[in-house]
């Protein structure tokens, strides 16, 4: 990134690009201190007399006193959020340097939309990555190598499903029983085929991909940073996420229990 300055950056510009950014750490998964003092941060680098930031987990509102004494004011709603790590490298990478050189809106336009055109995994890859996943931890868990390679099928078959519901826009909460759901009973009939000899490991496996760790973690986070509205916002989510799983997997047992 050149470090050219431009002098005439009005204050919309900056408060755009703070926001722009916050916006994106937030959807990256980072917490909410960091979005907030990124946010200030920036403003503070362009001699923004006064910022108010107020950031949860679903929304950020920033207020501004620019240089002329004017309050100017943009509201982001954040309707989706994840872990992008590579992302959130990039992002504060940007913001240090926003804070250090001062560049031109231009700049960090092009920057920012570098980042956001980022390297994703692809489908395929990341089935791979959810068997695997859902293998090894069958096995952590005490199932034996025939555990861990029917885990594998049930793997990829949760980042199938998430997939096609991701595509047909159901709601989380419906999105979580059904996806354990499914998952809870493809775990049965691969033991039923004898692919797997002991469903419990099986679905401890697939369990591990679905309960919300991050967002439990992040809760707590927020806690500890005294960002209480947004680490009760997090840990609600993570308890009927939680729950969500669980009922779809009791599901499958009441459903084919039988088959066992």
């Known amino acids: ?34 979005v907030e003092d990124t946010i200030r941060r920036i403003c503070n680098a362009y001699g923004i007399r006064q910022s108010h930031i107020f950031s949860i987990a679903s929304c950020i509102i920033v207020t501004l006193e620019t240089k002329e004494r004017k309050w100017i004011t943009q509201t982001r709603r954040i309707l989706s959020y994840g872990t992008d790590m590579w992302k959130l490298d990039r992002l504060n990478d940007l913001s240090r340097r926003i804070c250090a050189t001062q560049p031109s809106f231009a700049v960090i336009d092009q920057e920012y939309e570098k980042i956001l055109k980022g390297p994703t995994y692809s489908p395929a890859v990341q089935c791979g990555i959810y068997a695997m ?76 991909l679905l309960i919300p ?12 940073s005294g960002d209480m509205i947004s680490g009760l916002l997090h840990f609600s989510e993570a308890m009927i996420t939680a729950i969500c799983v669980a009922a779809g997997f009791i599901l499958s047992k009441i459903l084919l229990g039988g088959m066992l």
């Open 1 to 34: 990134m050149t470090t050219e300055k431009n002098e005439e950056m009005t204050s919309e510009e900056v408060l755009t690009c703070a926001i722009n950014i916050g916006e994106q750490l937030l959807v990256s998964g980072a917490e909410i201190s960091r």
């Open 133 to 208: 996943t859902a293998g090894a931890f069958a096995i952590f868990f005490g199932g034996n190598l025939w555990d861990g390679f029917a885990s594998l099928f049930v793997g990829a078959l949760i980042r199938v499903t998430l997939y096609a519901l991701s595509a047909i826009k159901l709601k989380a909460i419906f999105s979580n029983i059904l996806c354990s759901l499914i998952s809870g009973m493809a775990c049965i009939l691969v033991c039923y085929l004898g692919i797997g000899q002991h469903v419990e490991m099986i679905m401890i496996g697939n369990i591990m």
């Open 213 to 224: 760790g991050v967002l439990m973690t992040n809760s707590f986070r927020d806690f500890i």
